[in-house]
């Protein structure tokens, strides 16, 4: 069952699948030049939907713990387009919307987290 089925306020798990299929194109250039950046990357973005919906289902300070790490995860997601985005890797146009996205998973966690 898709967690926001039950929690109308998991607007960021949904985000955070959006921001998986934005990531495809970008990761598929990476991995060919990077693969060391490219792993880093897909551990991080999958690890932000799999917090939400784990911590989706815990309790107080548990949720909080998941929502925390979802949160680290996002940033991580955007940090390796950074740095891909430094090493001439990918182009800043080709990512912008991407990096949008796992901003907004984060800003959407940072009142949960709290």
Not at 9 to 29: C, G, I, K, N, Q
Not at 42 to 64: C, H, I, P, Q
Request: contains cysteine.
């Amino acid at each position: 069952m898709n967690p926001t089925t039950s929690n109308h306020r998991f607007r960021a798990y949904d985000l955070s699948l959006e921001a998986l299929r934005l990531t495809r194109a970008p990761l598929a250039r990476i991995r060919t030049a990077a693969p060391h950046i490219a792993d880093q990357l897909m551990r991080a973005a999958t690890s932000v939907s799999l917090n939400l919906a784990e911590g989706a289902k815990r309790r107080g300070r548990d949720r909080a713990q998941f929502y925390r790490i979802a949160a680290g995860s996002a940033a991580e997601a955007r940090a390796c387009f950074d740095v891909a985005e430094a090493l001439g890797v990918v182009a800043r146009a080709d990512i912008e919307t991407v990096w949008r996205a796992f901003d907004a998973v984060a800003a959407m966690l940072y009142p949960l987290t709290r």
